[in-house]
């Protein structure tokens, strides 16, 4: 499997990790710890020392109710980040929905731009079309304010595979190489708990696509749901769920704690070659 990312072109021999950097004053997993954009910079910087393959950088949160950023103040939290952590070779994803953010981002020279919708925003499109950068297509319904409201399936595996292949679909018809395209079902968007664990069970199913499969669970209320564990303690679920999405074939796992997941696909993987 191949992810081509504008200049990174990434062979996926293993499941690779992608370090989550907030750049949001009120993103729900660290408080706003990394708030600002220097300490964005230092928390990069330490998640590639830790082994990140990927960083993924986002000022928007994503969280339920979440209040909107502004284009601008958008812009002002991420480039700046993406610009420096650049400077370390690192391969860079940005995480926005808006095509103005995706436009400064690929300008900047990010690698890769994930959309949780999916590249459905007007001229969402054509601003990655136009480019060589790589692109993370997700699965949601509604927006991340109504998306809980949103979880009625008569199949959720069906639905969402047949969304994202229309969504990958889309992409190609507009220009975008299929080698450029992952696609993600979406973890905790607009899915009840226990369509979350049907999709993260069902996970080889999406891996049989002809696409790289990226899945985020890190530290998502549906593990919290499982294991009673408030957000801060979600860690070793966290851990746990992306080994399983890993063995059960995503080529790349979106998480928060990226020595311990390092340190999980280490053992992982040489026993599998002990086999
Ligand atoms: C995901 C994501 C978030 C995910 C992809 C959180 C930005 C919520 N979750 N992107 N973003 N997949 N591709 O809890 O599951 O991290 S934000």
Known sequence: MRWLCGSKKLEIKRPLIMGIVNVTPDSFSDGGTHASVSEAIAYGEQLLA?????????????????????????????????RELLKTGAVISVDTSKPEVMKAAIDAGAHIINDVCALTKPGALPVVAASGVGVCLMHMKGTPADMQKKTEYADVILEVESY??????????????????????????????DQNFELLAHTDRFAHLPYPILVGLSRKSSLGAITGREVNERSYCSV??????????????????????VDAFKIWLKTESSR
Do not use: W
């Open 50 to 82: 830790e082994g990140a393959d990927i960083l993924d950088i986002g000022g928007e949160s994503t969280r339920p109710g979440a209040a909107n950023v502004s284009v601008e103040e958008e812009i002002a939290r991420v480039i700046p980040v993406v």
């Open 164 to 193: 994202l292949l229309e969504r990958a679909n889309a992409c190609e018809q507009a220009g975008i190489a299929r080698e450029r395209i992952c696609l993600d079902y979406g973890f905790g968007f607009a899915k009840t708990v």
């Open 240 to 261: 746990a769920g992306a080994l399983i999405a890993a063995q059960k074939g995503a080529s790349v796992v979106r998480v928060h704690d990226v020595a311990a997941t």
